[in-house]
């Protein structure tokens, strides 16, 4: 049994006390208790992601192999979680003081067109009433976050769209951000949304990823300032809202990393009190994207041709918007191939560069740090395979992220020459 194995089986709740029947090998027993409820068998369960909020609730994802189904021996994924807040129309379980809800990952309770979503049956039916012609389908689940939110990538004959899942509440006001920032920006374009089922059915943008680009041995990158332009003609929120700000998760995120790597601990209770510490405004609040990562733009020929992911844009701080970038690109250096280094390393560099000439330099490096820090919970949410060492490397590297704003800010202080880049390996 390798480490991670030994810590996801150590892992301990007060208030959760399912947590260690649901990440030990206690699991498949559970699993196999619903699936049999439903006429099947479970033959295999691992989990693939986590969301594990410490005291509160706790759901597993997996993936699992299933016999006696309908459709005979068959790969699905199925959810468990356990909490305060358990959904109604799951499958409850409960031994002692254990509450578990479970379901397939299709049938979420919370997202009802999930299963319209991931059906190419009923799909044929809804895409040529949005004037998606009807073809071959196929499907690829991108995202899922249980009883959250959930996108999957359709190819339908020649056309290719993505379908975005929320729950019902919301989506009114997804697809009206949608069609505000169109008009003003590269984002998708809605064919069409149901509020009672809490779907959006969004064009997909030409090109590949940045983040895809910057893994490619060459080819050409938009320049920095194509990004700063396309920020800036983010439209005012009608209704004011404000997106997460990674410095405010820093004490959750210490707390949940601190359980998950006891010997962690020093080294983030230092983290927390450097980051309480801001060195620097983070001047004025203008529209923000929210959530920009590499994944989030969309690019051909140098050229940006996609926004994506708008639901986060609102009121806040720009440097927010460099620092999320510059985070992400710092982690995704460390697990890249070592030929590809330099080039994402020399785009960071830009940057960072361009960062610092619209903010303090300490206030972006100090916030690049919060950002490494929340992605620090990342390899043990998708169950990488030696997901403690990933851990420790991400959160070493927040915490050079910090020193390198502590030393910028003491040499911007004092009135000393400034490098743009000073004290950024974005490793």
Known sequence: MNEAQTRLQNLVDERLPALGTLLGPEAPGLLGAAVEAAGASLVSARPLQVQWQPGRALSVVYETLLEDTPRGTVRDMLVAATGDRLPAGAMLLEQGAERVAVWHLMNDPALPGLAIALDPDQLREMLPTLGVGAGEIRLRLRAYRPQRRAVVEVTAGDARLFIKVVRPKRVAALQHRHALLSAHLPTPRSHGWSPELGLVVLEAMPGATLRDALSMREGALPAPEQIAALLDKLPAPEDGSRPPDARATVAQSADLLGRLLPDLQPSLAALSDGLAAEGGQGGPEVPVHGDLHDGQLTVLDGRITGLLDVDTAGLGHRVDDWANLAGHLATRLQAMPGHLQPRLQAYGRQIAALADGQ?????????????????????????????????????????????????????????????????????
């Not at 949410?381 to 390198?404: F, G, I, K, N």
């Open 359 to 427: 903010a303090h330099p300490a206030t972006f490096r100090r916030r690049v740090a919060a950002v490494v820090l929340a992605l620090a919970t990342g390899p043990f949410r998708v169950q990488s395979a030696d997901w403690p060492e990933e851990t420790r490397m991400r959160v070493a590297l927040a915490a050079a992220w910090l020193e390198s704003a502590q030393r910028t800010y003491h040499t911007y202080r004092v009135g000393q020459p400034h490098t743009q880049t000073e004290g950024v390996q974005i490793t």
